[in-house]
């Protein structure tokens, strides 16, 4: 069939529809709005409640009809609000209040109708009997789980015989959809599917299989989770592409491996947490309220897992007591890592901040080695923590965190005072060291730039080219060079870009002139030189004869990458290879020169 | 039964019908058993084979013994009716049949005991057309009940049956026959009235070669059993016009849904079934011609609600039995999708007579906009109750008084209620109305599948009204808000109100949920549903007065609100009440005016029911 348009009016403005579209629809498209209760945009309408009804100028006497679920029609005139409307939706919300008085959705659009006053007869069942649930698990999800039983007031949403389903997968659709909550699949599911941790949130929370990585991601889309998503693992459901207005959902997309040649590389891998599990004395992994620097930043934040609200994990009490320990992993010789993570006192004192204006009459206590704090106004920051009471610092390092009557007990040593400190508190933050990436050596391996012991990667030049590889055209940035903080990331970042940018913006590249070249006419091709070539500066060059077959593959130096170190030179066994500026004829003048 | 061989064309069949006639004498004596649900319950088979045997006995071979569908008049059942006279006895019995063979078969005498009485004239009435009953009815749609043997397609063959098939498949265009049934007003006789000719016109007109038809005997009105007697006694009129109405729509596939509780329409209809596709009056070209049409039965659950055309639709589809939105129409996308083409039982067996007899003589029977004739179930406090077929235009008083026999015991009329249990009630007043589709909606009632319940002075109307709620409360799918709560809610208005806790207002507030409930319901079972309240609050509205602020219920009948009481100028002291009064609440010496202990009264209203001479009154 062709797509038709069909012009039609609502509350007098003329709107424009296509065919087998509602009146619901064509309503959004001039902004109008019209309550709805059994209706979802993924799920097929069943005009079921009728709180959406409007008039329609059909016959004698109009109609009432309900816009979720009547197709436009050529010249219809729709209103959406008048008396009559109005009237027949009261008369809903009083009759779904005294069903369902506790209802949240329907107490509010009583109220918002004005009809908050009971005059009927009451039940108390939250189910408004939309069927929105039984509709989603039959047609969206494909498993038709629940079903509607018993006739008339009976009616109810129940498996069947009220047994529990080992149909249904407790994929959740149905409590996701219902108006007001009054389905859980937990009650009746036999197998229900596994929650999905939160990556984001270090899984303090769960998301669904379709989701937006993290807030500001950019790009700011969702993707979607092969592995716990239904449409992938049975082949049902597809409520995400039945709902895209921008039909953007393509379930049959391949991942791609991406080829691109460029003139430069950033490298900017970040960084990962020491695993503070294998400190056994502070507990983290055993007892839930000890909890790392990053878990505590996300149950602050106000996009986190609870709003900013700062509940400790155990119990979801505000924790009056909370005490913070730095360098947990750093500056630790053995078992640990050497070196200083930089950022764990700034951000730590940022946290007792954090802490005191959640809780006012909370107390912290942080235990150091050291407070670090060089940067432009961090001491200051520093200081007014201290001044302004936010923390008590203890200098010393805690021996054990242990459980007491519901409150753990915090260990350690104050070596500013000299006696050891014991310390009970609702809950522990620890400061774990930075690390590399996982993963980053591999990468750097394929690159051909260096790292060190602990894996973070190599700069050209401590002082000269500290955003610069050896390998040109590789740059680097934050902390996969070392621990950074945010002022420093930022101010390496750009300096890489400007580095990378100098080198990509000119139409021809400047090197030095002392590279290899290779004469053509003795290489036998072995690639051994390949093999040597620290910044992968040896390609494969065909020679083909007048009929384009392939006469030989021999070794090529790739200008732009080679830098003139000369180790092919001296292994490549032909003698095919010689460095410019550096030819042995040129040495032996320059030999033969001087010995004159 | 003829060995069946294929009809390979109109010639054939019409050569098979005067086979069959010249078999039979027009003279030859028949005894025509109903086998109708109604007199099977009372016996009639045993009373059927009785005959059989009998006759053999006495070697009358010569004489037929049939078992016939339901004569419409099963309060009286078993009914024998003796052709060709047409002698028609009444409440037969087995042990009836030596005395009926010996005096009526062979002696052509009248067995006066089991003639029918008239209780109004008390005269006995020796010919089913003497019989005031069927006096006044004229029998279209139920030409053959009664007449023919339902399990044999010879019967219904020689009855003119598949004459009209022939007719549209050698004579007739598809437009022809949807002209043909449009002129003749045909109009739905499932309740909606809507004009069949028009139905058929749409369905015929939307793209798609798969189209269905459908053919409505859910039948879920309570009292109501017209389609049954049809599907029973004649299904093979059902086929045929099933079969006319898929040629002109162009289907070649049909269902019939029949109510569970129906297990000899089902039988009989599987008997039609499979007796036509032998003789090739169903199947693949039928009667020779190009049109190729088959026919399903499925079995329904019992549901009122089933009944209606979109919840039927989902139910034949193993779907739940739950209404529709609509538009889309079945007409344009029913069954699988495709586009349906509705009708009901009583519809469909119409169409061959039009065909048949022509439009012309079809519309020459009704009203302006209502033609033909409309079966009746006539139940209540009426003298006869049964199967009415009237034209239309028939009046209510016509029916409840001369085909009826009027009211029982004497008592006063009070009410109809007419078109099943989301009718509504028409007063005396109106009882010359006469009865078509916009007249009966007009006073408040409806044409509905053609139920009449008549009332009589001791009906509450009240509680008539909770009474049908009640039902429709249990009905109601429960899928929409303003039939589910809104229904159930004006129920228990209702109960308040006959348990003398009605308050000021209440009626108004049913006022406001039955307008809101009419005009807001998704199917029009909730639409139709408020009907029993809006009837009785219109014409009855001094007794819902009386219930809520007197606490009164004149008929007596709301046990709350009455006290019994033993008129003793009335009163003979005859001592029914005492005997049945089930807490011998009745105390009183014999022939001495008895007296009703108010203390030990349940009011069960028992005495009130039993007292010949009304002496017991509801205060
Ligand atoms: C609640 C309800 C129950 C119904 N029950 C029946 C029924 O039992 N039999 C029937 O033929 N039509 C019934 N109908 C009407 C059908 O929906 C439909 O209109 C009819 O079958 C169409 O056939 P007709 O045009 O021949 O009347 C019912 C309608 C409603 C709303
Ligand atoms: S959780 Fe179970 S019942 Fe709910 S939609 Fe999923 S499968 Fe169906
Ligand atoms: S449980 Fe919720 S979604 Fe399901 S019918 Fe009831 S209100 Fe609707
Ligand atoms: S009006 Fe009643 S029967 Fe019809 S859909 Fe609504 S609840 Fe079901
Ligand atoms: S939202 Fe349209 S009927 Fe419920
Ligand atoms: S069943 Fe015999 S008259 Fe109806």
Redesign the interface.
Known sequence: MTEETIKLTIDNQEVEAEAGQTILDAAKTLGIEIPTLCYHPAVPSAGACRICVVEITAGARGALVPACAYPVQEGLGIQSNSERVRQSRKMTLQLLLARSPGAKIIREMAKEYGCEELRLERKDDDCIMCGLCVRVCQQIIGTAAVCFAGRGPDREVSTPYKLLSDVCIGCGACAFVCPTEAIDPAEFCSNPLEKIANEFNCGLDNRTPVHIPFPQAVPNKPVIDRENCIRFQTGGCGACQSVCPAEAIDYDMEDKTVQEDVGAIIVATGYKLFDTEVFEEYGYGRYPDVVTSLEFERMVSASGPTDGQLYRPSDGKEPKTIVFLQCIGSRREKGGVPYCSKICCMYTAKHTILYKHKVHDGQAFVFYMDVRSGGKNYEQFVRRVLTEKMATYLRGRVSKVFPRNGQLVVRGADTLSGGQVEITADMVVLAPAIQPSPGVQDLAQKLRIGYDQHGFLLEAHPKLRPVETNTAGVFLAGACHSPQDIPDCVAQASAAASKALGLVSHKQLTREPTIGVVNELSCNGCFECENVCAYGAIEHKELRDREGDLTATLAHINEGLCQGCGACAVTCRSKSIEVQGYRDDQMFAAINAISR | MTVATRLANAGDLASLRQKILAGRKSTKIAISVCAGTGCRAQGSMELFEEFQRELQEQNLTDVEVRATGCHGFCEQGPLVVIFPRKIFYRGVKVKDVPRIVEKTIRNNEVVDSLLFKDPATKKKCLLENEVPFYAKQQRIVFRNNGKIDPTQIDDYIAADGYAALAKVLTKMSAEQVIEQVSQAGLRGRGGGGFPTGRKWDICRAQPGDEKYVICNGDEGDPGAFMDRSIMEGDPNSVLEGMTIGAYAIGASRAYIYVRAEYPLAVTNLSIALEQSRSLGLLGENILGSDFSFDVEIVRGAG?F?CGEETALIASVQGD?G?P??R??YPAQAGLWGKPTNINNVETWANVPVIIDKGSKWFAGMGTEHSKGTKVFSLVGKVLNTGLVEVPMGTTLREIVYDIGGGIPKKRKFKAVQTGGPSGGCIPESLLDLPVDFEKLTEAGGMMGSGGLIVMDERTCMVDVAKYFLAFL??????????C??????MH?ILCRIVQGEGREGDIE?LE??AA?VK????CQLGGTAPNPVLSTLRHFRNEYEAHIKDKKCPAGVCTALVEFEVDEELCKGCGLCMRDCPTEAVIGEKKQPHKIDVELCIKCGVCYEDCPFDAVIAK
């Open positions: 549901a609600v739940i739950s529709q939105q538009p889309p409360v249990d009905e109601s799918c429960g899928k929409c808000s303003p589910r709560e809104g229904v159930m809610q228990s507030l406001q949920l809101y005009e807001s319901s998704l």
